[in-house]
């Protein structure tokens, strides 16, 4: 197994005016070669600040240590011109909200010139022949009407499909989709998860694919990784995940996911999402934990592969 | 409506506008407690020669008749007749619009200049020494007495450093030895238009020390609007998008987020253009300057009511054409208003 | 949002907590003027001709002027004059402005048409030129001069306050209680009015600054304050003929202008900070 990108011991600090939010606590994951890896998790449990932090750009007050390793090279200790040359190029993002990700003053054509320009020197002709052939392979008819519009001329599914296309543009080996369907339609969803594994396939990128959909992530993605509150606390391959689920809080998720026979009852999780300004010792689920030890409350479970590439991040399963 | 409909309409209402201003002022030059005709005879008024003048100023007659000859005066650009110099106010302030122009030309380029870099630094390095440091200078710069820091200036300048003249547009011995061929009655422009270089020197040297006074307020209020619009524009998720795709930093700030954050910025200046405008009355005081202000504070002085109402309705009627045409550039600048 | 509360944000920061205390300490001197200022009567308009245009110096701190009076005294009362002339012309200004922008936001219709129409022509004079216009008219003088600026500023807080009566009138619980039958003017009073009132507390802090400016720019031009009445304005225009040989005859007013201003500004711009990105301030 080829390992594209592999983050160990991630912690990030956010430094507020009402404290040190730590939002990130130790996360460790890995994104194989041509693989798509789902990280999943509610709001706030730190899935977009752990893609942000691969490519750097996150706000002035955050504090990051730990390690990044994309092919080979740890992008923690490289300079900003270094992360630049690699931002759109090596590994690209794709956002949520294709309605705000586009500057409205710009036509498209020339955001996305901009976005090849500012990577290889070529002329503006031959970016945009680049981009135009791009634009045809998100599916977008009509390629050189697209770029010359305007980004409120277009339809959120649109949007997102030339977000892809800029995804695209300079053939990274890595793409961070960061909830890219969460602000579309049902309908455009399905359209746009189904065109982000058709050029997968036809370009062999790999794909880290953010999302709080477990549905999504059942139909899209290779391994998934579950997080809690800034720890990785499972990870394991599709399959696996959704039919031997062991950290508490994945049988959790995965509980109220309504059974289709509609006998199954809902169970939903007791208490609420921790505050990261002070979150609790040990594990941070230890408190909405129905296997609560005493170990839970001191330490921080180590993820461990407790099976084939299954990982869990718990006590139960020897977790120092 | 499309945009040139749009126009029209604008220009409509500015007429009605500026109409608004002509009868404000009618109103306040007849409410003076002291008799226009006795000082528009001046010194040693006879009975007889204010008689004759009370005729020809049209004083005796009912208020709604001498607004109507005021009206119709105004439309064939009859501003009156000036009660100090006796010329017509038209062309007194003809020749001195144009110095005036000039200096808040120069003034305006140099608060753009110097104040749009300032404000994009400022809000890049949000909460640095730099920012903190612009921050007080822009606070100062609004809030200064105009005034007072020309005053400022030519003491430094002039008084202490000698390298600066204390007033006035150009020196009379280096007029005199290179005379200037005045084209557009912009002495910089018009001197370096023939190649007269001494005159250009001069007249730079000249101009300087009025512009920056004048542009100190402007600079203020631009640095501070483009450092809050900046500010908020780089929090936008599009700046967040071409910064994670490497876009160079120079590119991001200067050509992405600039531009959204640029109309509020063009909305202080054109802001700045009225106070300017009135700054510069008191610039041109402090520095001797032959325009506008000059011509207003003298015109006060005198009691001068023809030519003070003529220069308010110059000035108000330009206050409100600029101000016209920066609502129709912003307009036009955001592809979104949907008119 | 209560006074209290403005005032506790701003002791937060800690230049605007300067600003705030060197306005307080500055209206203290006003009003302690007699007791502070070395030479009151020279302040006042004694003039003390054995002792013109000298430096500044231990007796005099901030040197005297062409008629011997003390520079430092005369600054000092002068702050007087500065703030009844800002504080009135923003009072006055208010009184007029925000009953006409509350009814006419309210009440909308034809007569909110007449009155933006008019504050259209009022507006689109620049900022001192109205008021240049209406003391030109009316003679010069403190109390014209505050006539005069108040009638030029009058219509910024109508507007603004406008807009505001317009939002909250489209607020459910007016809504509501006009539907129950309660009468316009109790609607208007008790709760459009509360709820317009906090911009224009911004504002009128601002305002003071730029009023106590615009005066003093009058006063230079020989419009505001008349001699022998300490202004600052009125002393930079008179130092204004000797300066370059006695410096410190307008520099120590303009001094003191500025720095009125700046606090001014300072306040209002951290009070403006609170209330408006309170809705948008972004942590993480």
């Known amino acids: ?320 | 409506m499309r945009f040139w409909e749009y126009v029209a309409y604008r220009l409509i209402l500015a007429v009605v506008v500026v109409f608004g201003v002509v009868t404000i002022v009618f109103v306040t030059s007849r409410i003076v407690p002291s008799d226009p005709a006795a000082l528009w005879v001046g010194s040693h008024p006879t009975v007889e020669a204010i008689k004759k003048a009370r005729i020809e100023l049209h004083l005796n007659e009912p208020l709604w008749k001498q607004y109507a000859y005021y009206i119709g005066a105004l439309v064939k650009g009859d501003l009156g007749v000036s009660i100090r110099t006796h010329n017509s106010v038209a062309s007194d302030l003809r020749t001195a619009f144009s110095a005036t122009f000039e200096l808040i030309v120069v003034a305006e380029a140099i608060a753009i200049l110097i104040g749009v870099p300032l404000g994009v630094v400022s809000a890049v390095r949000k909460d640095s020494w730099v920012d903190n440091l612009s921050r007080i200078l822009a606070v100062s710069g609004v809030s200064l007495p105009a005034f007072w820091f020309g005053i400022i200036l030519q003491l430094i300048f002039f008084r202490y450093l000698g390298i600066l003249p204390l007033s006035d547009r150009v020196g009379t011995i280096v007029l005199l030895q290179h005379p200037l061929k005045v084209l557009t009655g912009f002495y910089l422009l018009d001197s370096l238009l023939t190649g007269n270089f001494a005159v250009f020197w001069d007249a730079l040297k000249h101009i300087i020390l009025p512009a920056f006074t004048l542009s100190v307020y402007p600079i203020g209020l631009i640095t501070r609007q483009v450092r809050s619009m900046m500010v908020e524009v780089l929090q936008e998720n599009y700046v967040r998008t071409v910064r994670a795709y490497g876009l160079p930093e120079r590119q991001i700030y200067y050509k992405y987020a600039l531009k959204n954050a640029i109309t509020p910025a063009l909305i202080s200046v054109g802001l700045s253009f009225a106070y300017t405008l009135v700054g510069a009355f008191l610039v041109e005081l402090v520095f001797n300057w032959p325009g506008l202000g000059r011509y207003a504070a003298n015109a006060i002085l005198s009691m001068d009511y023809p030519a003070i109402s003529g220069v308010t309705i110059v000035v108000a009627t330009t206050y409100v054409f600029v101000n016209l045409v920066v609502d129709l550039i912003q307009v036009h600048l955001d592809p979104r208003i949907v008119l | ?284």
């Not at chain 3, 907590?17 to 007699?34: K, Q």
């Not at chain 3, 009125?260 to 900070?273: M, P, Q, T, W, Y």
């Open chain 1, 1 to 320: 197994m080829n390992v594209k990108l592999s983050i160990r011991d991630l912690f990030v600090d956010f430094a507020t005016p009402l404290g040190v939010a730590k939002v990130l606590n130790g996360v460790n994951l890995d994104v194989y070669q041509g693989e798509v890896f789902g990280v999943v998790g509610e709001t706030g449990c730190g899935k977009s600040v752990t893609s942000m932090s691969i490519l750097r750009v996150l706000p002035q007050n955050a504090y990051v240590r730990g390690s990044i390793v994309f092919e080979g090279e740890e992008l923690l200790e490289k300079t900003e011109e270094e992360m630049r040359e690699i931002r759109g190029s090596k590994i690209s993002m794709v956002f949520q909200d294709p309605m705000t990700s586009l500057n409205p003053l710009f036509k498209i054509g020339e955001q996305m010139i901009d976005v090849v320009r500012a990577h290889r020197s070529v002329g503006k002709r031959e970016a945009l022949d680049m981009i135009s052939s791009l634009l045809a392979d998100v599916r977008l008819s009509d390629p050189s009407r697209i770029v010359s519009s305007y980004p409120h001329e277009l339809s959120g599914g649109m949007k997102q499909r030339v977000m892809i296309a800029m995804a695209l543009s300079l053939k990274p080996s890595l793409i961070i989709a960061d909830e890219p369907t969460t602000a579309l339609d049902v309908t455009v969803q399905r359209q746009v998860l189904d065109l982000i594994l058709e050029l997968q396939e036809k370009y062999g990128f790999s794909v880290l694919l953010i999302t709080h959909d477990l549905g999504v992530v059942a139909e899209t993605c290779d391994r998934v990784g579950i997080m809690y509150a800034g720890d990785v606390v499972e990870i394991a391959p599709i399959e696996k995940l959704f039919s031997n689920p062991l950290h508490p809080y994945t049988r959790a998720l995965l509980s109220v996911i309504p059974d289709i026979s509609g006998k199954k009852r809902l169970t939903p999780l007791g208490g609420s999402v921790p505050s990261l300004l002070h979150p609790p010792t040990g594990c941070r689920f230890h408190p909405r934990c129905r296997f609560l030890k005493d170990v839970c409350r001191q330490d921080k479970p180590i993820l461990l592969e407790v099976e084939d590439e299954h990982f869990v991040s718990c006590h139960l399963y020897g977790g120092r």
């Open chain 3, 1 to 284: 949002m209560k006074v209290i509360d403005g005032v506790r944000l701003v002791m937060r920061k800690k230049i605007s907590a300067v600003a705030f205390w060197t306005i307080i300490l500055l209206v203290l001197m006003a009003i302690f003027a007699p007791l502070i200022a070395p030479y009151p009567q020279e302040a006042t308009g004694t003039p003390n001709l054995k002792a013109r245009l000298l430096p500044p110096s231990w007796e005099h701190p901030f040197g005297t002027d062409h008629l011997g009076r003390d520079v430092l005294s005369r600054v000092i009362y002068g702050a007087r004059t500065s703030f009844v002339v800002g504080f009135s012309v923003v009072a006055i200004a208010l009184l007029i402005g925000l009953p006409l922008g509350l009814i006419s936001g309210y009440l909308g219709g034809k007569f909110d048409m007449i009155i933006m129409r008019l504050t259209d022509v009022f507006l689109a004079f620049p900022p001192l030129l109205l008021a240049l216009l209406i003391s030109s008219s009316i003679g010069s003088g403190m109390f014209n001069a505050i006539l005069a600026l108040a009638i030029s500023w009058w219509p910024w807080y109508t507007r603004l306050v406008r807009g505001m009566a317009i939002s909250v009138k489209q607020r459910p619980y007016v809504e509501a209680a006009s539907c129950m039958g309660i009468s316009q003017v109790k609607i208007v009073l008790r709760h459009v009015l509360p709820n317009s009132i906090s911009p224009m507390i911004v504002q009128a802090t601002m305002d003071v600054g730029s009023a106590i400016l615009e005066a003093a720019a009058l006063s230079f031009l020989g419009l505001g304050v008349q001699a022998p009445t300490p202004d600052w304005g009125l002393m930079i225009s008179e130092g204004k003929n000797y300066f370059l040989n006695y410096w410190w005859y307008p520099v120590f007013p303009g001094i003191a202008l500025l720095v009125v201003v700046v606090s001014f500004n300072i306040l209002g711009d951290a009070v403006r900070e609170f209330i408006d990105p309170r809705l948008r301030r972004r942590v993480i």
